[in-house]
């Protein structure tokens, strides 16, 4: 009988610590369980930060939010996420799932727009070009990304559309490229800032929504294994792993194939709301 009431009593302990352990820093935000062939993972959901995500990918997993079957091109209400794959994998960077296709092509049928505060996370401040030099966090590695990525966006906003128009101009243009802030770029390329809210950086163990773009989020995912600041402005970031990051590089060393798929399926088994 006593050793019943010392094992009792240390779940009880063991328990209590890891409620304390998930609300030490806000109390009100929910905690999911997601549970993996892998292990269990205890996700903490910034609704404050990024509201319309949030709630996304909460009602997604939970089925509440209609979706459209890629099988039956119907929409349907399930719990979505349940027998999904993490289908990339990339050891000392991410690990990615959320896609009913299992290849990085599906989602649910439908794209919502980024929640991000760009001032929040300083990018107001970074200059685009610092002597003469790209910034790193921008995707220039030669004369044609930087005409594309810098450039060419520019040129657009400032409504020039000609060889004429560029030669009459082109000291202001040299002196706006020389002006720009990572802020300023982002924006030039479709991506749209939002002051309202508090947005975090992409650290390690933060979940942060993956798209093909400006505004094209679905309900794809990835979990940092490090921190990524390069993808700073890029990707809304709306949970962190509280509990299981453990499990989470687990993943993260899993071997992979062809498109950094892992050779051992990475499933998620079900991901529900977890009440301490």
């Known amino acids: ?51 319309k995500t949030v709630a996304n990918f909460m009602d997604l997993a939970t089925g509440k939010r209609a979706f459209v079957d890629h099988k039956t091109s119907k929409k349907v209400k399930r719990p979505f996420y349940d027998g999904l794959k993490f289908h990339r994998v990339i050891k000392e960077f991410m690990i990615q799932g959320g896609d009913p ?101 992409p650290q390690k163990g933060v979940l942060a929504m993956a798209n093909s773009g400006p505004n094209t989020n679905g309900s794809q995912f990835f979990i940092n294994l490090i921190d990524t600041p390069w993808l700073t402005g890029k990707h809304t970031v709306f949970g962190r792993v509280v509990k299981g990051m453990d499990v989470v590089e687990k993943i993260g060393e899993t071997p992979v194939g062809a498109g950094s798929m892992p050779q051992e399926e990475v499933k998620i088994i079900s991901i529900r709301l977890h009440t301490p």
């Open 1 to 51: 009988m006593k050793i019943i009431l010392a094992i009792a009593l240390s779940l009880f302990m063991t328990s209590a610590s890891f409620a304390q352990e998930i609300v030490k820093e806000k109390p009100s935000n929910p905690v999911l369980l997601m549970k993996t062939n892998f292990g269990d993972l205890y996700i903490e959901m910034f609704p404050e930060e990024a509201p």
């Open 101 to 201: 296709k299992g290849n990085g092509t599906g989602g649910p049928g439908y794209n919502f727009e980024d929640e991000i505060n760009a001032e929040a996370l300083g990018l107001h401040k970074q200059k685009a070009l610092k002597d003469g030099r790209p910034h790193a966090y921008l995707p220039i590695r030669n004369q044609s990304d930087f005409q594309r990525t810098l450039v060419q966006p520019l040129l657009q906003k400032m409504g020039i559309r000609s060889q004429a128009d560029l030669d009459k101009r082109r000291e202001e243009v040299k002196k706006r490229i020389n002006e720009l802030t990572l802020k300023d770029a982002y924006e030039n390329m479709g991506y749209r800032f939002n002051e309202k809210f508090k947005s975090r950086p």
